[in-house]
């Protein structure tokens, strides 16, 4: 098998040769429908026979670009995304022939509107809670209002048969996720934490499916069959973490950097580009619109009002993978998550009898300095 490097430099690079591939589809004639939230329904992105690309940005350049358009009190994301967009340099944004939204925080909704002005744009009204036949009509009738905009915009047919084909792929894609990662969980001394997270933080800006697939059953086969590494058994024994809460983007890379070399082995990563986007497969034997709207609405975000969903998986992810501590990364600003602080809390610490700490970052760089010292000071807690 080919180094186990290898593999994970071409996850790490994804982003930066997602550019070439943009390149090589733009010219070939294809589609691109960008798109900033898990709630995106990318299986009718994919009927359309367009390419769905995630454009979140976390970079601290962009949060500049982006306070020059924006309030300054808004989350970072939220300034990064708008001001990669607006700053007309983003080859990802400016790929883009549409962009797909929905109508999830206040922030990203009132970028949605100005983002309307740059490219065209299409809202998804996303209901404010996950139950209740009301708003799962609405959500289903969401489905079909994106799929007659993708219709229109790229002048093509989306066929129950496409949709049919769009959601096996999808499914495959989530299939292999977990794969890769329960066999990570059972397999320790394999893979560094920051190793899992190149693979998995990186897989959606893959734009060659398939050989992104490849690559992860590849990186499986290694995990089954792999010799452990001395550097990575080191961390056996050090306190187990989950890592839940905002998505931080390519920050995410920094931030499990410092948990690791504050000792800390982190088990499960609860957040948009891991378990909270792959979790739970859409039914392939239902009405295509109806089984996609059920699968997405049950995403368990903050922004949905009660959201006993990210309690349950909580609940689940410490029991499942023996958790001693949780870090709950808060971006500056974040109301949805930020007051999702108090239950989560009293659930990781009364009802779970487990380690809890929140952090509120603003992804700057020069935070690193108390984060590592915070981050420190809980691992030696939960060492004792
Ligand atoms: S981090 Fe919070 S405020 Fe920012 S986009 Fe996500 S949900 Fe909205």
Known sequence: MEQKKQII??????RSDAVQELNRLKKEGAKIAGYYCTYTPTEIILAAGAVPLRLCNSSEQYVQEGEVHLPRNLCAIVKSSFGEAVSGKSPYFEAADLVVGET???????????????????????PQKNTGHE??????????????????????????????????????????????YENWRAHPGVL??????????????????????????????????????????????????????????????????????????????ETCDWLKGSDGLVNEDMEPF???????????????????????????????????????????ACLTYSVETVPLRRLVKDKKHTGYMSLETNLAHSESGQLNTRVSAFIEMLSI
């Open 135 to 180: 708003e799962s009509l609405l959500w289903i009738n969401e489905m079909r209002r994106l799929k007659s905009s993708l219709e229109q915009e790229f002048e093509v047919d989306i066929t129950v048969a496409k949709l049919k084909d769009a959601i096996k792929q999808k499914n495959s894609q989530r299939l292999a996720v977990k794969e890769f």
């Open 9 to 14: 430099d071409r996850f790490k690079n994804a």
């Open 290 to 332: 109806s089984a996609i709207a059920e699968k997405y609405l049950q995403i368990p975000c903050p922004v949905m009002s009660p959201n006993h969903n990210r309690m349950e998986l909580a609940a689940r992810l410490i029991d499942d993978y023996q958790v001693d501590g949780v870090i709950d990364f808060v971006l500056r």
């Open 104 to 126: 999830t925080c206040d922030g990203k909704k009132k970028m949605y509107e100005y983002l309307r002005e740059l490219k065209p744009t299409h809202i998804m009204q996303l």
């Open 192 to 269: 560094m934490s920051s190793e899992a997270y190149s693979i998995l933080g990186n897989f959606d800006y893959r734009l060659d499916r398939e050989k992104a697939l490849e690559d992860l059953y590849a990186m499986i086969r290694h995990i089954k069959s792999g010799p452990p590494d001395a550097d990575v058994k080191e961390y056996d024994n050090s306190p187990r973490i989950l890592l839940t809460g905002c998505l931080l983007g390519e920050k995410m890379a920094g931030i499990i950097n410092i948990i690791e070399k504050a000792g800390g082995n982190i088990v499960c990563v």
